[in-house]
């Protein structure tokens, strides 16, 4: 019924930049809540950081100050802005959006397929 679609990822040096994107499509109502999530082997996944349809924006501890969420609603996508990559942010980012949809008017969470990033010299 709905899709997320990321992109963005890759391989950037040590206090380089790179910008994710993650967009919704499908059977849409509404897009609520936009989360960006990281992982890497052998630990659980962590909010890296989260945004409400209002704009109303959170980040782990270990991002403030670096990187910068943000969603453009006429486009149902959001955004990830990460300056001064570090080594330790290497992982694959995932996004996830609380979408109600068209076909019950329900709230339902999906993800996206993940992305890699990697921060390396």
């Known amino acids: 019924q709905v899709q997320l679609v990321e992109s963005g990822g890759g391989l950037v040096q040590p206090g380089g930049s790179l910008r994710l994107s993650c967009a919704a499509s499908?059977?849409?109502?509404?897009?609520?809540?936009m989360e960006w999530y990281r992982q890497t082997p052998g630990k659980q996944r962590e909010l890296v950081a989260g945004?409400?349809?209002?704009?109303?924006?959170n980040y782990a501890d270990s991002v403030k100050g670096r990187f910068s969420i943000s969603r453009d609603n006429a486009k149902n996508t959001v955004y990830l802005q990460m300056n001064s990559l570090k080594p330790e942010d290497t992982a694959v980012y995932y996004c996830?959006?609380?979408?109600?949809?068209?076909?019950?008017?329900?709230?339902?969470?999906?993800w996206g397929q993940g992305t890699q990033v990697t921060v390396s010299s």
């Open positions: 996830k959006a609380t979408v109600v949809v068209t076909t019950n008017f329900h709230p339902y969470q999906y």
């Open positions: 499908g059977s849409i109502f509404r897009v609520n809540n």
């Open positions: 945004i409400t349809s209002g704009g109303s924006t």
